[in-house]
């Protein structure tokens, strides 16, 4: 296995910063950029749990959305700054 990655990467050129072009608009893909559905999703589980409680099982599908949508960084971060009541939101998230 480890000979065939050899031998494919073998006539491989590195890749520089000449040869990295942003792609065009494809219409196929018109919301790739998910960031604000991220966010929203992360800021409504928490208003639905702030109002229903954790039991609430609706609840959870905002939980997924957000679970499948931001990375690992963002989440830690923003639950870091719900814990210390510095979260940027116009409403207090934390209980």
């Not at 923003?78 to 940027?88: I, K, R």
Request: glycine share 6%.
């Amino acid at each position: 296995m480890a000979e065939r990655a050899e031998a494919f990467y073998s006539g491989v050129k590195p890749i520089t910063k000449d040869d990295i072009k942003t792609i065009q608009y494809d219409g196929r893909f018109p919301s790739c950029n998910q960031t604000k559905h991220c966010w929203q999703n992360f800021v409504d589980f928490h208003k639905c749990v702030k109002m229903k409680g954790e039991a609430y099982a609706p609840c959870k599908q905002f939980l997924k959305g957000y679970m499948s949508l931001c990375p690992n960084a963002w989440i830690e971060k923003w639950n870091e700054q719900l814990e210390a009541g510095t979260f940027a939101y116009k409403e207090n998230l934390s209980e």
